[in-house]
């Protein structure tokens, strides 16, 4: 091209020596480039020239007024233009060079005219510049300049009548009018207060013309553009509106000619803008809103005046008017009626009198044209009824229609590229009202979502390709699984309008569909549709006959409805829906289970917008079809992009109800008043005085988070430990004192400095685990608390977070804090996403907050990492088990007391028992205690209570000592003596506290012995009691109430204390939450510059107003990075043109709202940090980056951890475009994957890489390439994400690979927003494939590229590192070896992968071999352990066959029903499982039992040896039959001790030797079975014994065997 070596000489980054400056550069450039007719041209020329830096290197930087040309001059304005429309910062290449010149340029630009007579391309050119001028009013210097041009000398152009008018709505207007001269003093000023009269009466000119050329209708487009934003801003509308009212701009716009032409359309829609503007109910100099009411006053005094003056001076003409009712001047018609009896003098004496015109010797800067038309029109327009826009918004359909689809002027194409004027609102700066700010974005958010569903429907109907059958019907040749064709469709049921309405109150219908053709996850998708989701319903009359051959739709093709046969679009919300058999799918059963229907016909039963419905009638009767019996396809959408319609409903109620915002928000929301009003410290608040209980670790850490700061602190100790009570000083004087005080209490205080620190003990907590809190473990940076004292004042706190600086660190303890120092206050939590939502949830549970006060909603709840469910139902669940828990817990209280556990019933019960005996008791102990603390003796009534319950424990103990048969009688008389000496040596707290029995089940010992411990010990246990006590008293209602739908409606209006939900669930939701009178004080937004205006703003309204209190909402907490990207809007003209994609975040930090910007982040190596952090201001790094090892230690495999690597063309091409905006470029795409192969064949994990790129159509090319190489290949697999920059972040990975994908253009990387994102998401390592030659000429990505093109753009490998491991620091680059390109570095992947592939191959061998000798060993093993069972088992059978009875020296233990040892391997097993599973000492008594029993009914049981040396046959069969039941390595000597061990402590052997000998034994020998040894059995066994036989099992052990005795053989 012709300018590169233009620009490589004289201005070009790129350019190696550069020519000094010469002015006739800029004047050829500009005759060539610049100037002439064709403006596409012009804008190629003004794109090429703008990258290379034109501006910034020769413009601006060589500008001096008194040497500047008009071509120079102009040049910066559309230089200027292109950097707006390209969306990158402007303003900062004035104010780092030749700052001085700014207001000299403003003035120079609004002097063009003056200059030269200049074309109507300059015009526009200039036009646009005061445009994004006046939308740049943030910079105090850009303000300063625009200003000076709409002020106060303007109105020398008024007539005097309006003049008069306006000065003496403001005192303050008047004197400021006193101090100005009569006439302006110099050339400059006169021209500063002619240009905004003079640019009108130019516009009004051209479009008076006959013929409109595209130019000149381009420049009236773009002067209404203006006039638009001027009038819509409070700060210029003041002083702009009154010269349109004087002029009568709106009344000769609709008279001119341009007005009336088919191609005026736009002009038609702009001009409703300015009307609609003009006659805003604000007040102009105050800036109070007006309400409706009060509007409609103003117009019946203006009419009263207007009838007054009739009959004083028009009585013969406007009889009729004098005595007419008001209401007939609210139609033009009516109005038009009572003129038309006056001539044109006496209606130009009229419209003077009214005071709408001036004298003919005081006009405006306008003359009046002396017709009727013209005058009858001006009355018209100041004296007529305007509809009222509440009303018109009421009356509006949700759902768009085919008009609102397809009109370009309301939704764009795609493809906007900042060209076209648009008759859209505009999100700028400031707003006139709420009700303004709600009506842009009620606007904005309904043609966006318009825009999507026109999308979603040109897809679908594009691939149904509709064709004319055979008999005209329209039939579906084609498959789309969004849209089905409707089998019928039928309007059930239209209800009567409401009184005041015309539209129907319900309009109802049914939709049959057939879902056979749908199969597998299609088919799932359309059952999944339920109450509540919205249908597209669509009139399709195909333009192609069926046997015409289907033709390839251009972009512009599709976008036409007559192309694709679409002929009406209606919108409608599911009711419910039925199967075949006309049951109702998705309803309860009996059982539970929900009904999922039957057959393939399904029917719809929805409701149409009543709205629309009205106007399709009215249609009907103007002769037009009948839309409803049209419809022939039935289209959805996915769920999460078709929520509209709920989030536009929630708009339009805010519109048409009554809430309030935060007066301390109400001025800094509309974006006026002092920036700083709503932080806390200028917000009265009490909060000086703060409880930080786990922020600060150690005194250290909290000096060192206050180091401009003087300490005082607080008690004898120099360095406290935490938690610290601060009392910040500077903010009580602010709080305390008078308003004429303040200023000189801060200014000559000189306690502003110091900070009192006030140390205070953490209370002691319960002797449970669950009552040890949960501390936090963070050492928060000085500016992180700064943050978090800010987020636990009143008012409005911004917390900027740069990438990795803990963010939701600050938020989860800004919220812990607060739940903790306002235990009784409520807190919202709202995020953009769900991932976001769950990251902070998940932080919040981990914290010292209990987990019944927090509460998920929304669909996001299943996603987090947790068993528990945090949903509505699933909190009323837990709180429903707590419930039982705590009843529980009362009743064992009650027991410990010695009371009825009846106290556990309810909770109510619970309340009375804890009222009764509970509290009174603590009261007593706590009385008592002051007394013994005071005199140092016990109360006699202590000492009395304290000898009973003495007494009855060592009852207790006797009866407990009596079970055990080893203790002597002598040592139970001991027991009195021990248990007194015990209490003897007991303190106060451990004898009188009153629940010692309670928590004797605690893990540890709950006293220590020292009396003050012990104390705070007691305080300990009582919190864990009362703690039982208030959760009770919280499930009460839960207790009460019967139904699951009033629980969960409880728990969100009451209950829960942390409420977490995302912008999008508050604001379909909203509806609901106001119902249920949901009450919050904190507001917490995590994301808050990813989150649309309307969407942050919702979440403060989900409360109703307080008629007590006002607004409760005390705290806003927005925490987000403006210098990352904003909310994802889909259409460029509603991101471009309308400034959609604008958070409130972002518009707070433009008006200069006071923020904290976190300053150490934590995230990225030092190193790589470089590459973004330039966009902050100090921002630095936390230690753990500069210390860890991880962070040290050097990529393996690669000699540097980032690196940009230059891809030149690859078969010569770069990107390519299939589609618009879908870029791809195959060489960058293959050079990633194959860098990707690489890593993995080193070892790098997976899940530790993400390939990142900057466009979709690139994404899709390296999701095909892993496909087809990596995700099924066990070398390889699928990397962590594959994912463009925008859906990334707020995520991050060790490595990053990102592709730039542009080769002609540097595209949207070039906002910096995005060049810090795409650049932070790596923690270890990034290496960016691009075009060398492109990026580096840019001008806003050369801080980052300055640092990357420092090292090789060659690919740098480690080759000789072979693996993932490696010890080389980072700062090492080892033998360096360098890729040519992507080629070379395929060649190397595949050498690496044939070797891992031989190596594989190798272990596979080894491995197959070690597994076959594993296998024959174990068949050897197997195969000896079946020999040596086999002769075991014939040992067995051989003895068995032996005579079963003993000889006669053995007949005592065949009386006690005993066999010889050796045969007794079966019984010895039986014991040894039935030892193992009784759980305590009665089951295993049980047990024991029961399995003797059984196993004497199949084996025979044999004595067992009473010598040691006798036991060794048993413990060899003991210890080989329990290897059956997984006791292989048990020792046959440890089962003989434990067995003579329980034998001699319980006397269980004895008992299983008197069972009898086995079944077949008594068959053959049958025998009377002897009496048990009840001497020898345990007391337990006794009272055992006594229930078998139904005896009382009451009384002491020698009652117990006397009982026994006498019952046995009865």
């Not at 001047?329 to 009896?341: A, P, Q, S």
């Not at 700064?786 to 660190?809: C, F, Q, W, Y």
């Not at 981990?846 to 949903?871: A, M, N, P, V, W």
């Not at 229930?1587 to 006498?1606: D, M, N, Q, S, T």
């Amino acid at each position: 091209d012709r300018l590169t070596p233009l620009a490589n000489a004289y201005w070009a980054l790129g350019g190696k020596k550069l020519r000094a400056y010469d002015a006739k550069v800029i004047e050829q450039v500009y005759k060539t480039e610049l100037s002439g007719e064709d403006f596409k041209k012009l804008q190629s020329r003004a794109v090429l020239l703008e990258f290379s830096s034109y501006l910034e290197n020769y413009l601006w930087k060589n500008f001096n007024p008194e040497k500047a040309t008009f071509a120079h001059v102009m040049s910066i304005v559309m230089m200027v233009n292109e950097k707006f429309r390209e969306g990158v910062p402007i303003w900062d290449i004035f104010h780092v060079q030749n700052e001085k010149y700014i207001e000299s340029f403003f003035d120079m630009v609004f002097q063009l005219g003056s200059m030269k007579e200049m074309t109507i391309i300059e015009k526009i050119s200039q036009v646009l510049f005061l445009i994004n001028c006046y939308s740049s009013l943030e910079d105090p210097k850009i303000r300063t300049c625009c200003t000076k041009y709409l002020s106060l000398p303007m109105w020398r152009h008024l007539s005097k009548s309006r003049f008069n008018e306006c000065i003496g709505q403001s005192a303050t207007l008047e004197a400021a009018w006193d101090l100005l001269p009569k006439k302006a003093a110099t050339p400059v000023e006169k021209m500063r207060t002619d240009f905004f009269p003079m640019l009108i009466k130019d516009f009004l000119s051209v479009l008076d013309q006959k013929t409109l050329d595209k130019h000149s209708q381009k420049y009236a487009e773009r002067c209404m553009e203006l006039f638009v934003d001027l009038l819509s801003r409070l700060p210029t509308r003041r002083f702009f509106r009154p010269l349109l009212v004087d002029c009568q701009f709106i009344v000769r716009c609709r008279l001119s000619a341009s007005f009336q032409r088919p191609q005026g359309k736009l002009i038609r829609q702009l001009l409703d803008m300015i009307q609609f503007y003009e006659a805003y109910g604000i007040d102009d100099q105050e800036g109070k809103a007006l309400t409706e009411k009060e509007v409609e006053v103003r117009r019946y005094e203006d009419i009263e005046h207007l009838q007054g003056l009739a009959f004083k001076y028009f009585r013969k003409e406007l009889k009729s008017l004098t005595l007419a009712p008001a209401s007939s001047m609210d139609t033009r018609k009516g109005i038009l009626k009572h003129l038309e009896k006056l001539s044109i003098k006496r209606l130009r004496e009229l419209c003077e009198k009214v005071q709408i015109l001036g004298s003919k010797s005081d006009e405006s800067f306008l003359p009046v044209p002396e017709t009727k038309k013209f005058l009858s029109e001006i009355l018209v327009a100041t004296y007529e009824r305007r509809k009222s826009q509440r009303q018109e918004i009421s009356a509006l359909p949700l759902y768009p229609s085919e008009e609102v689809l397809w009109d370009m002027n309301l939704v764009p194409e795609l493809e906007y590229h900042g060209n076209e004027v648009l008759a859209l609102p505009k999100l700028n700066l400031q707003f006139l009202t709420i009700y303004d700010y709600l009506l842009r974005n009620f606007n904005l958010f309904r043609l966006e979502s318009t825009y999507e569903i026109r999308e979603d429907i040109k897809n679908v109907v594009h691939r149904l390709k509709p064709r004319i059958a055979g008999n005209g019907e329209t039939i579906f040749t084609g498959w789309a699984k969004m849209a089905v064709p409707i089998k019928e469709f039928n309007v059930t049921k239209v209800k009567k309008p409401n009184i005041g309405e015309m539209k129907p109150a319900e309009v109802l219908a049914e939709i049959t569909v057939d879902l056979s053709p749908f199969q597998t996850n299609v088919r799932e998708d359309w059952e999944k549709i339920r109450k509540h989701d919205v249908l597209f319903l669509l009139c399709v009359e195909a333009k192609y006959e069926l046997n015409d051959k289907p033709k390839k739709m251009s972009m512009k093709a599709r976008m036409d409805p007559k192309e694709l046969g679409i002929k009406y679009v209606r919108g409608c919300e599911v009711k419910l829906v039925l199967d075949e058999e006309k049951s109702m799918i998705g309803e309860r059963r009996k059982d539970g289970t929900l009904y999922e229907g039957t057959g393939d016909l399904r029917t719809y039963k929805v409701e149409m917008d009543t709205a629309q419905y009205q106007m399709d009638m009215t249609a009907l009767i103007d002769g037009k079809d009948d839309v409803n019996t049209t419809f022939n396809l039935l289209v959805k959408r996915k769920a999460k992009e078709n929520n509209f319609k709920a989030v536009l409903g929630t708009i339009r109620d805010l519109m048409a109800g009554q809430f309030i915002i935060p007066d301390w928000l109400h001025d800094i929301f509309l974006g006026y008043g002092d920036p700083g009003s709503a932080t806390f410290m200028s917000v009265k608040s009490p909060t000086y005085k703060l409880r930080f209980a786990d922020s600060f670790l150690d005194y250290k850490h909290l000096k060192s988070c206050f180091p401009n700061q003087k300490l005082e602190i607080k008690g004898q100790s120099k360095k406290p430990s935490p938690p610290y009570e601060l009392e910040f000083l500077d903010q009580k004087l602010v709080v305390e004192g008078t308003e004429e005080s303040k200023k000189g209490k801060l200014n000559g205080s000189s306690d502003l400095n110091k900070l009192k620190v006030s140390p205070y003990p953490f209370e002691e907590p319960g002797p449970y685990p669950e009552d040890q809190p949960k501390r936090n473990s963070i050492r928060f940076t000085a500016k992180q608390v700064e943050a978090i004292r800010s987020g636990l004042n009143h008012g409005l706190t911004m917390i900027v977070g740069p990438p990795g600086t803990g963010k939701t660190d600050v938020a989860v303890q800004i919220m812990s804090e607060l739940f903790h120092n306002n235990p009784k206050q409520r807190t919202l939590l709202v995020t953009h996403s769900n991932h976001a939502l769950n990251d902070l949830f998940e932080k919040i549970m981990q914290r010292d907050i209990d987990e019944r006060y927090l509460l998920r909603c929304g669909r996001g709840e299943e996603e987090l990492k947790t068993d528990k469910d945090f949903s509505k139902f699933g909190r009323v669940n837990y709180m429903l088990q707590r419930r039982l828990h705590c009843l529980r817990e009362i009743a064992r209280l009650a027991k410990s007391l010695g009371l009825p556990d009846d106290a556990g019933y309810t909770c109510e019960t619970a309340a009375h028992f804890y009222l009764q005996h509970v509290l009174s008791r603590w009261e007593v102990f706590i009385s008592q205690w002051k007394t013994y603390q005071k005199t140092g003796t016990v109360p006699e009534d202590m000492v009395r209570y304290a000898a009973i319950t003495r007494e009855k424990k060592v009852k207790e103990s006797i009866e407990e000592m009596e079970e055990d048969e080893e203790k002597e009688d002598e040592k139970k008389e001991e027991v009195p003596q021990i248990q007194m000496q015990e209490e003897k040596d007991k303190n106060f707290v451990e004898k009188f506290f009153p629940f010692g029995d309670f928590f004797s089940n605690a893990p540890n010992e709950v006293f220590t012995g020292d009396e003050k411990i012990d104390y705070d010990k007691a305080w300990g246990c009582w919190r864990h009691l009362k703690k039982l006590f208030t959760e009770l008293e919280e499930c009460r209602p839960f207790e009460i109430l019967r139904n699951y739908k009033d629980r969960g409606n409880y728990l969100i209006s009451k209950h829960a204390k942390v409420i977490a939900m995302t912008c999008t669930h508050a604001a379909i939701r909203r509806g609901e939450f106001v119902n249920l009178h949901l009450q919050y004080d904190n507001l917490i937004m995590e994301e808050a510059a990813q989150i649309l205006e309307i969407e942050t703003f919702i979440p403060m309204l989900l409360q109703e107003h307080d008629k007590e209190f006002g607004c409760r909402l005390k705290r806003v907490v927005l925490l987000g990075d403006h210098h990352q990207l904003p909310p994802i809007i889909k259409n460029m003209a509603f991101q471009k043109y309308s400034h959609m994609d604008q958070s409130l975040f972002a518009r707070f930090i433009r008006l200069g709202t006071p923020h904290i910007q976190l300053n150490a982040q934590g995230r990225s190596r030092p190193s790589i940090a470089k590459l973004w952090n330039w966009r902050y201001k100090e921002l630095g790094d936390l230690p753990h980056v500069l210390k860890e090892k991880m962070y040290l230690k050097a990529n393996a495999g690669f000699s540097y951890e980032y690196q940009f690597i230059d891809v030149p063309e690859f078969q010569g091409k770069g990107e390519t475009s299939p589609m618009p905006y879908f870029y791809q470029n195959l060489a960058e795409a293959e050079y990633i994957v194959q860098v990707y192969m690489y890593m993995r064949l080193l070892g790098y994990p997976a899940h530790t890489i993400s390939l990142l790129t900057t466009y979709n159509g690139q994404k899709a090319l390296l999701e095909d390439i892993i496909s087809m190489r990596c995700r099924n290949n066990p070398f390889y697999g699928a990397p962590a994400r594959i994912s463009t920059v925008d859906k990334y972040q707020g995520q991050q990975n060790d490595y990053v690979l990102l592709s730039l994908v542009r080769t002609n253009s540097a595209g949207h990387i070039r906002d910096v927003r995005r060049l810090v994102v795409a650049m932070s998401r790596a923690r270890f390592g990034l290496y960016v494939f691009g075009r060398k030659d492109l990026f580096k000429n840019c001008f806003e990505l050369t801080p980052t590229f300055n640092v990357l093109l420092k090292r090789p753009t060659k690919l740098c490998l480690n080759v000789k590192e072979l693996s993932s491991l490696t010890e080389r620091r980072v700062k090492k680059t080892g033998e360096i070896f360098e890729v040519k390109d992507m080629v070379h570095m395929g060649k190397i992947v595949s050498q690496m992968a044939q070797k891992a592939q031989q190596n594989l191959s190798q272990m596979e061998y080894l491995e197959k071999q070690r597994q076959e000798r594993a296998r024959k060993e174990e068949e050897a093993i197997q195969k000896a352990e079946l020999e040596k069972k086999r002769k075991e088992y014939a040992a067995i059978e051989a003895a068995e066959s032996v005579q079963p009875m003993a000889e006669e020296g053995e007949n005592s233990e065949v009386t006690q029903g005993t066999v010889p040892a050796e045969k007794s391997v079966e019984m010895k097993t039986a014991e040894t499982v039935e030892e193992k599973a009784a759980s305590t000492e009665d089951d295993k008594d049980d047990a024991k039992m029961e399995i003797d029993e059984s196993s004497g009914s199949k084996m025979v049981t044999k004595a067992q040896p009473e010598k040691a040396g006798e036991s060794s046959t048993a413990a060899k069969a003991d210890s080989e039959d329990s290897a059956k039941s997984g006791e292989m390595n048990k020792s046959s000597s440890t089962a003989a001790k434990a067995d003579s061990k329980d034998s001699a402590k319980s006397g269980e052997m004895k008992k299983s030797i008197s069972e009898p000998v086995s079944m077949e034994t008594e068959k053959e020998t049958p025998q009377e079975e002897p009496m048990p040894d009840y001497d020898s059995m345990s007391f337990r066994q006794l009272q055992q014994s006594c229930k078998k036989r139904g005896l009382p099992a009451r009384g002491k052990k020698v009652e117990l065997i006397k009982k026994l005795k006498a019952a046995w053989g009865k």
